[in-house]
């Protein structure tokens, strides 16, 4: 079998869509001519099939991506495990860490902290007045305003977070794949 640039798709959402226009929106957002959309595989996943790998690679390191404000998880695929095998769970997002003293500008607190919100995938180091850590955040956990660490002689700190870029969430809840409206949690 030749070895192709595929990825599993997950259309994080409960609302309605229409698979040729969320594939049609993907395609522009992402800058490809020729997107191929090998397989629907039911339960909002979805098997891609990139001509190019710089195109591959470009939609795997880019993101969050979003279809009418949800999220679309993008996830490569080696083509050998059953589909529905593959876990997609997690969304690659970027987050802001505020007001940390200077001596704590740095990339491998930001990397510490990071760990607190998923799997750390890039940490992009101080910019302005906060840190940047790119993170695989798991879809079954709320989003978090803030993050508490200890510092040497310092005792407990608190420090704020922002989120670049996010697929629609619920403030009710702080999940993702609805809004507040639709929460369960009421």
Not at 14 to 22: D, H, I, S
Not at 79 to 84: A, D, K, M, V, Y
Not at 99 to 121: C, R, S, W
Not at 163 to 171: D, K, M
């Amino acid at each position: 079998m030749k070895c192709k640039f595929l990825a599993l798709a997950r259309f994080y959402s409960a609302q309605r869509y229409n698979v040729k226009g969320l594939f049609d929106e993907m395609s522009t957002a992402w800058g490809l001519q020729n997107l191929r959309t090998e397989r629907d595989l039911g339960e909002n996943r979805f098997l891609i099939d990139f001509d190019h790998e710089v195109d591959f690679y470009r939609v795997m390191n880019g993101g969050p991506w979003k279809h009418k404000g949800d999220a679309l998880i993008i996830v490569s695929y080696d083509g050998l495990c059953r589909p529905s095998e593959v876990v997609i769970e997690s969304l690659a997002i970027w987050v802001r860490i505020y007001d940390l003293p200077e001596a704590m500008m740095i990339t491998g607190f930001a990397h510490h902290l990071g760990e607190k919100l998923g799997k750390v995938l890039e940490v992009g180091g101080a910019v302005r007045d906060y840190l940047w850590v790119r993170v695989d955040y798991p879809l079954a956990e709320a989003l978090k305003v803030q993050l508490k660490a200890r510092g040497k002689g310092r005792g407990l700190m608190i420090f704020p977070l922002k989120y670049q870029n996010v697929p629609f969430f619920c403030f009710s809840c702080g999940r993702f794949g609805h809004v507040e409206r639709e929460c369960l949690e009421d």
